[in-house]
């Protein structure tokens, strides 16, 4: 009867998430060695990549001897590397100097975001990391580069960190966009991280090159209000790839471009990497996914019915953090379905949509806001907040997205805790990533 409606008191969903968050406990690790991962290129195309890793053996690369044993004269002088002019397409205002240049044998163990072991390729040749600061802006940046002994070994250790960037796991940090370079040398990406900064994000734009027997990587921080166009830093690492590149091969044809592409993801194809997931500032540990269960019909609003709407199949993963001290119902699900066509599949976004919409005249317990719309050339979608009065003063709030890209409809959850929400904007960021992983699922 219409206005009967009471919405679920959350145990049996708090119940089901800390039976996943236990599950997820047992596999919160990062990329390991050999495993396949898969990168959605731009237009929806996919690409696999067989990440390289292991352990941090020895080897010429690792201790003292890194740059006397080497068998090969390549990139033996720091000479090589970016310098404060070279340097100066990283931000126009103020002056880059140089702040230190190290080798392998006092290259630290983390020289830039998110990478896992001290060497990409322990068995390479040398490494080279040089950091430079802004006096101006107090902008910092590093160049790491690794030589290895041929290209087959350049092109693993390139792997491998591209790997490093896809399943990063530090706590607080998000992907906020990402591309593939042509151009700067054989291939390349370039990743831009935001971190949560007072008002403002520190933003970590990455980008990562191979050319020949050499890996490189160049790392821009910054701190703003919005996130950084990828030209300053494409521009600095195609030169700084040109002046590498005449003794190790593999120079870049053409002109440099960057095309929005997303990082690879290591969860299941078509659900988000735990890097897409929103940063809340009381949680310091990483998110980490756990199979879902069936998808019912929503929180109260949403009235989803995925049998009459022709749903081909469809999945839901939830997002945990397992090793943070949080209530038993924090967590995010994303659910995606998939459709015989693309007009399907927003027909059901849009019967969703207008279930929400039109949720306080016929559930009497809640209240609904929406808190914004989703909206690019291939995903449309809206976002809400609704909260369910169940007597006694107890009031449950979810933040409830729903969005279609092409024949594949996602719907997002994420409960509201005390102490623990995101913004709108956040969210629907999210919403916007889920449904841009949803382009690969089969």
């Given at each position: 009867m219409a206005g009967s409606h009471r919405a679920p008191r959350g145990g049996g969903r708090a119940a089901a998430r800390e039976a996943r968050r236990q599950k997820a406990r047992k596999r919160n690790q990062t990329i390991a060695a050999g495993i396949a991962v898969v990168v959605l290129v731009g237009g929806g195309g996919v690409a696999a990549l067989n990440a390289f890793g292991g352990d941090d053996t020895s080897g010429p690369n690792s201790g003292s001897a890194d740059d006397k044993s080497a068998d090969t004269n390549v990139l033996t002088d720091a000479k090589v590397l970016l310098d404060a002019t070279t340097a100066k397409p990283l931000g126009a205002t103020g002056a880059w100097a140089i702040t230190k240049t190290l080798d392998g044998s006092s290259a630290p163990e983390r020289s830039f975001v998110c990478q896992s072991q001290r060497f990409a390729d322990p068995a390479g040749q040398r490494t080279w990391v040089r950091t430079f600061q802004n006096s101006a802006t107090k902008d910092t940046a590093v160049q790491y580069v690794e030589v290895s002994n041929d290209k087959s070994a350049a092109a693993k250790a390139y792997t491998s960190i591209v790997g490093w960037l896809s399943a990063c796991s530090t706590p607080q940090i998000r992907l906020t966009s990402s591309y593939v370079t042509t151009g700067v040398g054989e291939r390349g990406i370039l990743a831009v991280f935001g971190q949560p900064y007072g008002a403002k994000t520190k933003y970590k734009t990455v980008a990562v090159a191979v050319a020949g027997q050499a890996t490189m990587v160049l790392e821009h921080d910054s701190i703003a209000g919005t996130p950084p166009k990828p030209e300053p830093v494409l521009a600095a690492a195609t030169a700084g790839l040109k002046r590498i590149c005449a003794q190790t091969g593999g120079c870049g044809t053409g002109a440099p471009l960057a095309k929005p592409a997303l990082l690879p993801t290591t969860e299941a194809p078509g659900f988000m990497a735990p890097v897409d997931l929103p940063v809340?500032?009381?949680?310091?540990?990483?998110?980490?996914?756990?199979?879902?269960?069936?998808?019912?019909?929503?929180?109260?609003?949403e009235k989803i019915d995925l049998k009459k709407a022709k749903a081909t199949k469809s999945t839901t993963l939830t997002y945990v953090t397992p090793e943070a001290k949080v209530p038993t119902e924090f967590g995010l699900d994303d659910m995606v379905a998939k459709f015989a066509t693309p007009a399907a599949a927003k027909a059901f976004a849009d019967q969703v949509r207008k279930n929400v919409d039109g949720c306080e005249k016929s559930v009497s317990n809640a209240k609904v806001e929406s808190t914004g719309t989703?909206?690019?050339?291939?995903?449309?979608?809206?976002?809400?907040?609704?909260?369910?009065?169940?007597?006694?003063?107890?009031?449950?709030?979810?933040?409830?997205?729903?969005?279609?890209?092409?024949?594949?409809?996602?719907?997002v959850l994420f409960p509201v805790l005390k102490g623990l929400d995101i913004s709108d904007t956040a969210f629907n960021d999210t919403v916007t990533r889920a449904a841009e992983r949803s382009a690969t699922y089969k």
């Open positions: 809340l500032s009381g949680i310091d540990k990483p998110w980490v996914s756990s199979g879902g269960t069936k998808t019912g019909a929503g929180t109260g609003c989703v909206s690019t050339r291939l995903i449309k979608g809206e976002s809400w907040r609704a909260s369910y009065d169940t007597g006694g003063g107890k009031t449950f709030t979810y933040r409830i997205g729903i969005a279609s890209s092409g024949a594949q409809a996602v719907y």
